[in-house]
C-alpha cells in the first residue's frame, strides 16, 4: 500500500473528526475573504464568550511576546494579523481535547510555541508570531488519533511503554504513518494556510521542505529543545537527534545558546499554570 | 522564583520581577513586598499573576535541586549521546539550568528536597 493510500484508509475509518464549532468555521472562512475588516472578525469573535477568553488568554501569554496585556479583541486581531488570530481560534477549539485527555502533550505543545518564538525573535525572522502558532499545532495529529482511533493509540502507548521505542516509530508500526502526515490531513480538512500545514507535515523531516523553510526548521528545532528540559511529554520522554542541515539552514550558530535556554526558561515559567 | 495568581498574593511576599501594565509600562518595580492595599489596586487593574521570590505556594510538586534537574536533563539526552550538535545543546541546557538556579536558588539553604 502507498503512503497515500495508507493514509486514505485511516482517514475513512475516522468517524468522528473533531468538529469545530460553528462560530470557529464561520471566523477561519471569513478572514479568507479578500476585503474583511479587523473589527468584523473581532466582531465575531467576540460574539463567543469562552472564545474570547480564550484568544485573550493566548495572546497574552509570554510566546506572542507582547510587553502589555492585550484587553479587547479588535486589539489582539490587529496587533498579531488574521492568520495569527485564525491559528489561535484553532489552538483554543484543538486544545480542549488536550487540556482534558493529554496534558502532557498540552504543555509539550506550550513549550514548543514559546521555543519556536523565542528563536525566531533571535534569529530576527519575520513573522515569529506565526511560528509560535505552527509550533502549537505541530502534533495536532496525535490529538486526533487519540481522540478518533482510541484503541491504536494504547497500542501505540504500549509499544512506547514496553519496547522503548519511540513514539513515532511505534505510529508508523501500528498506522503505517505518523502523526506528522496525520497532522497534515487534518490541517488541510480544516483548511489552515499553507504557512501553517508545512511546518505540521515536516517537523521531523525539515530538509524535505521546499517552502516555508525557515519555519519548518525553527519547528523542527523547538520541538527537541524543548524535550531537555522535560515539559509535557510528546509521547516519550527522550531528546532526539537535530537534523544539523535544518540548524546550518537558519544560521542557529548565530545565537547565543546559553541565552536563548534561559530565555526559554523563563518563558516557561510564565506559561506553568496556563490553561485555556 | 514562583508565579502566583493575584488571588493566592498575600503580604509580606517580594516581587522578583516587575509587574508590567497595560502599556508595557512597568507598575512595581522588582524587590517590592506585596502589602494588602497593593494586592488590591493589582486585582483592581485586572493583573492575573505575580512573580514573587522563593517558592511561598506549596505546589505538591517537589522542588528540585539543580543537580536533580541535570542529573534529568542529562537522562533525556541519553540516545543521541555522542553527536556533536546534541551534545553542544545539552551542554547550554546545563549551564542555563546552573545560572538560573545560581541566581534564583528554588531552595533557600539548608531546605534540600528528599533525594
Same mark, same amino acid.
Request: charge should be negative.
Given at each position: 500500500?502507498?503512503?497515500?493510500?495508507?493514509?486514505?484508509?485511516?482517514?475513512?475509518?475516522?468517524?468522528?473528526?473533531p468538529t469545530l464549532p460553528p462560530v470557529v468555521r464561520k471566523i477561519t472562512a471569513l478572514v479568507e475573504s479578500p476585503d474583511v475588516t479587523a473589527q468584523e472578525v473581532g466582531k465575531l469573535i467576540s460574539s463567543d464568550q469562552v472564545l474570547s477568553a480564550k484568544v485573550l488568554k493566548l495572546v497574552?501569554?509570554?510566546?506572542y511576546?507582547f510587553?502589555?496585556?492585550i484587553?479587547s479583541i479588535s486589539h489582539a486581531v490587529i496587533l498579531l494579523g488574521f492568520n495569527v488570530i485564525k491559528g489561535v481560534v484553532l489552538s483554543a477549539s484543538v486544545f480542549e481535547?488536550?487540556?482534558?485527555?493529554?496534558?502532557?502533550?498540552?504543555?509539550?505543545?506550550?513549550?514548543?510555541a514559546?521555543?519556536?518564538?523565542?528563536?525566531?525573535?533571535?534569529?530576527?525572522?519575520s513573522e515569529p508570531e506565526e511560528i509560535s502558532t505552527a509550533a502549537l499545532l505541530?502534533?495536532i495529529?496525535?490529538?486526533?488519533?487519540?481522540?478518533?482511533?482510541?484503541?491504536?493509540?494504547?497500542?501505540?502507548?504500549?509499544?512506547?511503554?514496553?519496547?522503548?521505542?519511540?513514539?513515532?516509530?511505534?505510529?508508523?508500526?501500528?498506522?503505517?504513518?505518523?502523526?506528522?502526515?496525520?497532522?497534515l490531513?487534518l490541517s488541510r480538512e480544516w483548511g489552515m494556510p499553507e504557512r501553517l500545514t508545512v511546518p505540521i507535515?515536516?517537523?521531523?523531516?525539515?530538509?524535505?521542505?521546499?517552502k516555508f523553510?525557515?519555519r519548518?526548521?525553527?519547528?523542527?528545532?523547538?520541538?527537541?529543545?524543548?524535550?531537555?528540559?522535560?515539559?509535557?511529554?510528546?509521547?516519550?520522554?527522550?531528546?532526539?537527534?537535530?537534523?544539523?542541515?535544518?540548524?546550518?539552514?537558519?544560521?542557529?550558530?548565530?545565537?547565543?545558546?546559553?541565552?536563548?535556554?534561559?530565555?526559554?526558561?523563563?518563558?516557561?515559567?510564565?506559561?506553568?499554570?496556563?490553561?485555556l | 522564583?514562583?508565579?502566583?495568581?493575584?488571588?493566592?498574593?498575600?503580604?509580606?511576599?517580594?516581587?522578583?520581577? #516587575?509587574?508590567?501594565?497595560?502599556? /508595557?509600562? &512597568? *507598575?512595581?518595580?522588582?524587590?517590592?513586598?506585596? %502589602?494588602?492595599?497593593?494586592?488590591? =489596586?493589582?486585582?483592581?487593574?485586572?493583573? #492575573?499573576?505575580?512573580?514573587?521570590? /522563593?517558592? &511561598? *505556594?506549596?505546589?505538591?510538586?517537589?522542588?528540585? %535541586?539543580?543537580?536533580?534537574?541535570? =542529573?534529568?536533563?542529562?537522562?533525556?539526552?541519553?540516545?543521541?549521546?555522542?553527536?556533536?550538535?546534541?551534545?553542544?545543546?545539552?551542554?547550554?541546557?546545563? %549551564?542555563?539550568?546552573?545560572?538560573?538556579?545560581?541566581?534564583?536558588?528554588?531552595?533557600?539553604?539548608?531546605?534540600?528536597?528528599?533525594?
Open positions: 500500500m502507498s503512503r497515500a493510500e495508507k493514509i486514505k484508509s485511516i482517514t475513512k475509518r475516522i468517524q468522528g473528526l497574552n501569554s509570554p510566546f511576546g510587553p502589555g496585556r484587553s481535547i488536550m487540556e482534558t485527555s493529554m496534558v502532557g502533550l498540552w504543555a509539550h505543545s506550550l513549550g514548543s514559546i521555543a519556536s518564538g523565542t528563536i525566531a525573535r533571535a534569529l530576527g525572522l505541530h502534533d495529529g496525535k490529538v486526533l488519533v487519540r481522540v478518533s482511533l482510541p484503541a491504536e493509540y494504547n497500542r501505540i502507548a504500549r509499544i512506547v511503554e514496553a519496547e522503548g521505542r519511540s513514539f513515532r516509530d511505534a505510529e508508523t508500526e501500528v498506522l503505517g504513518v505518523d502523526h506528522a502526515e496525520i497532522g490531513w507535515s515536516l517537523h521531523h523531516e525539515p530538509e524535505a521542505a521546499t523553510k525557515d519548518v526548521a525553527v519547528v523542527h528545532i523547538a520541538d527537541t529543545l524543548i524535550r531537555a528540559f522535560g515539559v509535557g511529554s510528546g509521547g516519550d520522554p527522550w531528546v532526539g537527534r537535530i537534523r544539523p542541515a535544518a540548524w546550518d539552514a537558519i544560521g542557529m550558530d548565530r545565537i547565543d545558546l546559553v541565552g536563548l535556554m534561559r530565555e526559554i526558561l523563563s518563558g516557561l515559567e510564565e506559561v506553568e499554570n496556563l490553561q | 522564583m514562583q508565579k502566583v495568581p493575584i488571588t493566592l498574593a498575600s503580604p509580606g511576599m517580594v516581587l522578583a520581577k #516587575p509587574v508590567m501594565g497595560d502599556k /508595557g509600562l &512597568p *507598575l512595581c518595580a522588582e524587590g517590592t513586598a506585596l %502589602t494588602e492595599k497593593l494586592i488590591d =489596586r493589582l486585582r483592581a487593574m485586572n493583573v #492575573p499573576s505575580v512573580t514573587v521570590r /522563593g517558592r &511561598p *505556594l506549596e505546589s505538591g510538586a517537589p522542588v528540585k %535541586t539543580a543537580d536533580q534537574r541535570v =542529573r534529568e536533563i542529562e537522562e533525556r539526552f541519553a540516545r543521541v549521546k555522542g553527536d556533536p550538535l546534541m551534545d553542544k545543546i545539552l551542554d547550554a541546557a546545563v %549551564t542555563a539550568v546552573r545560572q538560573e538556579e545560581a541566581e534564583n536558588p528554588a531552595l533557600e539553604d539548608g531546605e534540600g528536597a528528599p533525594s
